[in-house]
T-cell receptor, first 109, second 113 residues
C-alpha cells in the first residue's frame, strides 16, 4: 500500500546548527504538506507544495518538492530552541493524505 | 479563529468497555478525520467523512466505528476497547477542497487497562 517514509526519526542538534528532514513516497504525489507538532501539542500546518521542483521559504525554513514529486525535504537554518518539536510530512495521492512517521527535533542550547 | 475541540484530553478505560471520543469543529468544514498517533508510526488514518452521514474507512479501521449525524460533529467509537487501542487519538477537519490544510484538535489520550 501507499507509504510515506521519513528520516531521520530523531535528530539532536546544537542551537545554531542546521537541520534537515527527508520524506520519500513509494508513489507519485499530487502535493505534499508539512506539519509541526510541539511537545504536548497537536500538529499545525506549515506549508503545502504542489509543483514539481517547487521550493518555498518561511524565514529560516526551506521546503522542497522533488522533480518526480516523490520526495520532499524541510531544512531549517541556524536552529533555535523554538524549533523543537516533531515535523511531519503528509503526501497526497489525490484521495487522501498519508503521513510520514515524523522527525523529532531536539535543540540543545 | 479556527477551532477543533475534542471532548476529553485524557481517558482511562477497562478492556471491553465501549468508548466514545467526540470531536466538534466550528469552521463549517465538510471533511473530518480521525487519526491515531503512536511513537515511531506517525499518524495513521482510522476513518474519515466527506459529508454528513458519510463515512469511509482509512488505513486501520478494525475495532473502530464512527458517526457523523451533524456536519460539525464526528464521533469515534470503540465498541469493545482493547489494550492495543491505547494511543493518542487526533481529530482533524478540512474544508471541502480535498487538498486543503488539516486543522487538528488537541488530541485525546486513551489508556485501556
Amino acid at each position: 500500500g501507499q507509504q510515506v517514509m521519513q528520516i531521520p526519526q530523531y535528530q539532536h542538534v546544537q542551537e545554531g546548527e542546521d537541520f534537515t528532514t527527508y520524506c520519500n513516497s513509494s508513489t507519485t504525489l499530487s502535493n505534499i504538506q508539512w506539519y509541526k507538532q510541539r511537545p504536548g501539542g497537536h500538529p499545525v500546518f506549515l506549508i503545502q507544495l504542489v509543483k514539481s521542483g517547487e521550493v518555498k521559504k518561511q524565514k529560516r525554513l526551506t521546503f522542497q518538492f522533488g522533480e518526480a514529486k516523490k520526495n520532499s525535504s524541510l531544512h531549517i537554518t541556524a536552529t533555535q530552541t523554538t524549533d523543537v518539536g516533531t515535523y511531519f510530512c503528509a503526501g497526497n495521492t489525490g484521495n487522501q493524505f498519508y503521513f510520514g512517521t515524523g522527525t523529532s527535533l531536539t535543540v540543545i542550547p | 479563529d479556527v477551532k477543533v475541540t475534542q471532548s476529553s484530553r485524557y481517558l482511562v478505560k477497562r478492556t471491553g468497555e465501549k468508548v466514545f471520543l467526540e470531536c466538534v469543529q466550528d469552521m463549517d468544514h465538510e471533511n473530518m478525520f480521525w487519526y491515531r498517533q503512536d511513537p515511531g508510526l506517525g499518524l495513521r488514518l482510522i476513518y474519515f467523512s466527506y459529508d454528513v452521514k458519510m463515512k469511509e474507512k482509512g488505513d486501520i479501521p478494525e475495532g473502530y466505528s464512527v458517526s457523523r449525524e451533524k456536519k460539525e460533529r464526528f464521533s469515534l467509537i470503540l465498541e469493545s476497547a482493547s489494550t492495543n487501542q491505547t494511543s493518542m487519538y487526533l481529530c482533524a477537519s478540512r474544508s471541502g477542497q480535498r487538498t486543503g490544510e488539516l486543522f487538528f484538535g488537541e488530541g485525546s489520550r486513551l489508556t485501556v487497562l
